[in-house]
């Protein structure tokens, strides 16, 4: 017991001495108002340069009184800035060992409300510290501890590893390749679906066109490898599909009577249709494009999702399944199921 | 350009032209369009000289549209028709001696312009010699060029703002059902106002309504 309370008060005494060894609190106070005493005595010097020389009898007397003014305001000056230096000499040092090193620093930041960023670390730090066992075993085992920075980036990297971990399992993968918390092994085969040959791709892509007498499909290769399907559907739609090997990347569905290129010629991908009916239908494609889904089979998902697509054909002339009508809210009925291909509003479908 | 449809709206009960066009107003405000400008339409109506004699007139009319400020449209009543720049007029001008401007004949539709979702609608008093005639109304749904494809819809909308008084088919739609309907030069539009300015001029003026 004894021995544990020498042990304590050891500690305390340690704790005092680092404070008192650093600032000396009353010159500190000193020193502030010998800066606020030299600020006042450089003021009165440039005031009576601007208020200039005084109103008496002759010009000599004049000039006289404003010199003796001015050599006095200097003196000044001169005291109160030996007297600060004579003061700033005794506030010593502060403590050189911060805990937190530079970033301690911020602490000083006196605009606490519109820039909390001290309080915000802080809080990080305390959340990055609350970590199991292991992982700090595995910090522990480099050779070398790195700084405070580096430490934490290493456990966010872990968290992050622990979150992708847990999506992974909601299975929201279109392709078959291997991602996870592992990255550091490369998958040694690489996936087969990932790497077709255009040439396959072409085949693949005449045949769906084949199959739709009131649909036509054309290719285009813009930049590179990846296919860009402009898709006529009609008279109704021209839909662009931008691929990544035979997987359905992004679409922009567009009106019959819009401009599919761009000014300099090329197919525009980008910019949305002027028409609110398509934009809609175009938000109901990309949702489509991520519900048809078969990693190893990508050709049914292209002829899936091209067989949903066609059923907007009759897209003005359907009335919506639920209510009977032809149009909610200056719509007509575009989300189309996913697998009766029946229409309906986007309010009424369940 | 869409499928556009042009018809005639009869007077409400006891009203005049300007109360029936500010209830169609607030009837479409109350839908949620919005105004976006004003529109015109007007139609000139010429008569070619230089006949021979037993062959009944033939008349030339010459159409301008707010749509497309930079061209005229001159058309044949049931023929053939021509897209030409606004400098036309000053060639019609010049064709004094073939072709006579019937001055008192010249119809026109004033009114205001209004959006709703993919809808363009255009409420307009006809005029003819400043005297009120009646009310024209253009609907346009513009992401649709086939008219057999959207006319229920069309119908459908007309009716939540006209009420009772929808029109039937016009009878350019009748022709060409599943063809393209003429976005680039607004010939069909202009085909529609014409049958409608025709039938406004047979139309006895009405009571109370000239200024």
Known sequence: MTVFMRRSSQRAEKMADAMNVGVNLEAFSQAISAIQALRSSVTRVFDSLKDGMKNKETLEGREKVFITEFQDNLQSVNRDLNELERLSTLVGRPSESHPLHNSGLLSLDPVQDKTPLYSQLLQAYKWSNKLPPLSRRFIRRGAELPTGFCRFHIKLQYHAG????????????????????????????????????????????????????DMSIELFRPNGTSAVLLVTLGKVTK????????????????????????????????????????????????????????????????????????????????????????????????????????????TCRQ | ??????????????????????????????????????????????????????????????????????????????????????????????????????????????????????????????????????????????????PGDCWNLMKEFMQSFLGPSIPELPSVFATKPEGLYAPADCVDTMTQYLELFSKVRKQQVLPGTTR
Not at chain 1, 296 to 317: A, C, E, G, H, N
Not at chain 1, 334 to 339: A, G, I, L, P, V
Not at chain 2, 86 to 97: A, E, P, Q, R, T
């Open chain 2, 1 to 146: 350009m869409g499928v556009t449809c042009v018809c005639q709206v009869p007077l409400a009960e006891g009203k005049s032209v300007q109360q029936t066009i500010d209830i169609l107003h607030k009837k479409l405000e109350q839908l949620g369009a919005v105004k976006q400008g004003n529109f015109t339409v007007d139609c000139e109506t010429y008569h070619a000289t230089g006949n021979a004699s037993g062959q009944p007139t033939k008349l030339l009319y010459v159409m301008h549209n707010s749509e497309t400020p930079l061209s005229c449209l001159a058309l044949f009543e049931g023929g053939p028709c021509l897209t030409a720049d606004g400098n036309f007029d000053v060639l019609m001008i010049k064709l004094k001696s073939h072709f006579q401007n019937a001055k008192g004949h010249k119809v026109e539709s004033r009114g205001s312009r209004y959006r709703y979702c993919d809808f363009l609608i255009k409420v307009g008093a006809v005029t003819m010699s400043s005297s009120a005639r009646g009310i024209s109304v253009e609907l346009e749904y513009c992401p649709c060029v086939v």
């Open chain 1, 162 to 213: 622990l979150a992708s971990s847990l999506l992974n399992q909601q299975s929201l993968k279109r392709s078959a390749n291997q991602m996870g918390a592992s990255a550091k092994r490369r998958p040694k085969v690489q996936p087969s679906t990932l790497v077709l040959p255009p040439q396959y791709v072409d085949d693949v892509i005449s045949r769906i066109g084949r199959m739709f007498p």
């Open chain 1, 239 to 346: 839909t662009i599909v931008v691929m990544r090997s035979l997987f359905i990347d992004r679409t922009i569905v567009r009106g019959f009577n819009e401009n599919v290129y761009s000014e300099d010629g090329k197919l525009d991908i980008w910019s949305k249709s002027n028409y609110q009916v398509f934009q809609k239908v175009t938000d109901h494609a990309t949702t489509a494009l991520l519900h048809y889904q078969l990693p190893q089979m990508p050709d049914v998902v292209v002829r899936s999702f091209m067989t949903w697509l066609r059923s907007y054909i009759k897209l003005f002339q359907t009335p919506c399944q639920r209510c009977g009508k032809f149009l909610q809210e200056g719509l007509p009925p575009t989300w189309r199921d996913f697998r009766t291909l029946e229409a309906f509003h986007d």
